[in-house]
């Protein structure tokens, strides 16, 4: 644990060793911390705060779609846990159980919630009786425990917070489009708010979710290019309320399975924040997001009347903006380095020549950019400036996934882009198991999802050479 | 499981049976459902957004007053648990034993977290330092998990949601104020919004949280006479700071320990809304915590033009206030039952003849009056009704308590009292721990809290005789 931890050193060069930047990054942004608990971490005020506006954001866009939110219990029963054949092999193996209560052994063990789809279900067959009942939208903000041997911040925990929701549905056509609208909401929430823009896909069934009749996800592409799995959404069909027993009597008065679907967020996309914006100073975070938007430095502020108008600019900016001063007994300079490490999109700094010239200079933390602005106009110069910076985040983001997307149309090519090239390949497949399987061993990529937008690269299986029956992503994924 | 859910049957009489009815209330209401997981509860929809409605006033006045989120791990190893000897003590008997991750048993086993001082004094040994680290002001909203032999929904159950803020400053003066000022802040808080008045005071040493130096709580009243403790905040002194090691330099560069605080508000107080406001039609929500404030119910909504005057009278109304239309196919009778049962604070009623004479009819849940409002003015006249009934539920629940509040100059008044007038009783005491248990065990009332403000009802002990030292409200309680 560094002792001084105000020190702001420079951090490892992201050309130089990614994984370490990352990492570096994280912690002296302050995002995170290590705990006592091997694998758990830590998210300190600065990472929280992050995560509370990515929940404000998101759960308003649950609610606009009728989304009601629910508590369930943390533990489920192991005899639950087993009702869904595919669901319990997936999970298993990964789950943390608890034994004892108390002092005393327990009758049956229980699990420490990996995902909820099971204690769903048991809630869902005890209140749906009737079409009346239908649909169910009900979505719950919670951490989940997956028992993973290693670890890496926001990536990959023991422990971490999410969201997920669990709908049940009359028809399969209603689960089927709440799936896809969900795939959606998440989609245009890290486009409009996040700043990354995002594939939409099916994935194939080697990388579905266990018990799903179709799983669709939204894949990133980070710095590095490698890609990040950002959210999922799950179309069990009737597969769980067969399992579970969830049936309704229709308006004939027969009685049907529901149909469900689930669809799951979590703190890794703050991961991807991370990875699609930072650079060698530290975090940058997207305006729409970031807990703190302007940070004002008072530059001499020793000096009369400077640390008053400083606290004035600011006092006039927070009805419309996130914004805080830095009035600490630090240099300018070093407070500079700090709001670059934390990612605050703009500062403002304000010196004794500013004050006298009734101006301020806005700083981007993007490019750098500086922009001088008359303290009369500074509340629409500040807005229009932040709007910019979201925008050409996104598209920097954009251009720097398209320069990174590659075409393979034979193996020889697909292979070498792997090796040689980080990012996308998309590349045709014939739908086999066998080639997803042969491509990862061949190359450690994987099947990223077979995107809604279809291009015809060629008629044939990249692989085996086969005719081809869609177009996938490949790529190297966290 | 009852197949016709939505049937509104009459629930059990309070005089009757005030415990069953208070489970009617929650289960018709569909506050909670019960879980395959034994004293675990569900939080549904209706009551789930009551719980929300808490966070979101609860967390602005916490970071009104500088405290900031964080999420810290739901596991802590058992050799942290037992750091601090009494706190161990306190909590060891009632934990829930992880033991086993994946297919492996652990090499140390890990409780589910009971409260989070020992990881939040862990965290601050490894991030304070120095003066200018003080003070920490960290909160986080989860879920704790205490292993309790009975359980009742919202008072005592398995696992319940909670927010615990943990503290730490630099003098002993600060950790007091900030302890107090927390419970200053729950006051308020349960007083203005959920309209429960809150007797405020120190808890006994037998009754004080295990490791605490002092600890202080709000109690109220519930209808049936019996109290609730309904938030505490603690003040640990150095004690904590010892056993984790958690010093820092001051400005002189001396090592010093911090001082710390904790303060926690749980779902338990959903049982105190439920029990101080409900009544046998079941429950009452004061207007500024209700998730919905206003049900429009349109009567003879078959009839031209009807639904369509509600959803416009709805639509208005929805700038200002929480609002729903029930369109359903029920009759207007049913409707009502509903919106009473759901304790939605008024209904508007509105019917072809109030749509020819341009007015509309607020009923008010509480007290059943009926108000003809012109449909000019009803934004203004609904917000008056609203005001209004706020503050009435606050006096009438502080009135109840007046009621219900006791006082005995001696043992054979106070063993009267507490026999056969439900409430609290105000009486002196020595300050010795054999006259609390002996009037424990005499009478069932415990020491509830040595209130703020104190009276001089006699010179000696209530129980004993000897010299008092403090006046204390005693009570039974949930």
Known sequence: MAKDKKLVEAITSME?????????????????????????????????AIWENIQKELDRRFKETGVENVYMPMFIPES??????????????????????????LQERLCVRPTSETLFCDLYANIVQSYRDLPKLYNQWCSVVRWEKTTRPFLRSMEFLWQEGHTAHATAEEAEERTVQMLNVYADFCEQVLAIPMIKGRKTDKEKFAGAHATYT??????????????????????????????????????????????????????????????????????????????????????????????????????????????????????????????????????????????AVIVRRDTREKIVVSLDEIETELAKVLDTMQAEMLERARTHRDNHTYTAANYDEFKDIVANKPGFVKAMWCGDLECEMKIKEDTTATSRCMPFEQEEISGTCVCCGKPAKTMVYWGKAY
């Open 80 to 105: 639950l846990l087993q009702k869904e054949k595919d669901h319990v092999e997936g999970f298993a193996p990964e789950v943390a159980w608890v034994t004892h209560g108390g002092l005393e052994p």
């Open 16 to 48: 130089e060793d990614f994984a370490q930047w990352y990492t570096d990054v994280v912690k002296k942004a302050e995002l995170i911390d290590y705990s006592s608990v091997r694998g758990c971490m830590i998210l300190r005020p600065n990472g929280y």
């Open 218 to 359: 939204i894949e990133a592409l980070m710095h590095d290019g490698k890609a990040l799995q950002s959210g999922t959404s799950h179309n069990f069909g009737d597969g769980f309320a067969q399992a579970f027993g969830i049936q309704y009597t229709d308006k004939e008065n027969k009685l049907s399975y529901v149909h469900q679907t689930s669809w799951g967020m979590s703190t890794r996309i703050i991961g991807a924040v991370i990875m699609v914006h930072g650079d060698d100073s530290g975090l940058v975070l997207p305006p729409r997001i970031a807990p703190v938007q302007v940070m004002v430095i008072p530059i001499a502020q020793h000096k009369e009347g400077v640390l008053e108008k400083a606290r004035e600019v600011a006092a006039k900016l927070t009805a419309d903006f996130r914004v805080k001063v830095d009035d600490s007994d630090k240099s300018p300079g070093w407070k500079f380095s700090e709001q670059e490490m934390r990612g605050i999109p703009v500062r403002i700094e304000l010196g004794p020549k500013d004050i006298e010239a009734n101006q």
